[in-house]
């Protein structure tokens, strides 16, 4: 799982484009702000994988599956 809490956008975004480099077929990451959510829902849908969106006490966990 990535950690990208405390990051402002690009970053997040940033972090799990390096982690699509490796072609998996799942990647979590936590972010703490909604506009990191929705940059990264955009950009995983754009690269074909579906995002799911959890919330707990504020830090929110994507799941990012093909």
């Known amino acids: 799982m990535l950690d990208a809490r405390g990051l402002s956008c ?4 940033i972090m799990i484009k ?3 480099e490796t072609k998996a077929n ?3 990451i936590m972010v703490d702000n909604r506009t990191s959510v929705e940059n990264i829902t955009r950009f995983g ?3 074909g994988y579906k995002v799911s969106v959890s ?3 504020g830090d929110f966990t ?3 599956t093909k």
């Open 10 to 13: 690009p970053e997040p975004v």
């Open 18 to 20: 390096q982690a699509m």
């Open 26 to 28: 799942r990647y979590e």
């Open 45 to 47: 849908e754009h690269q």
């Open 55 to 57: 919330e707990n006490s």
């Open 62 to 64: 994507l799941t990012l």
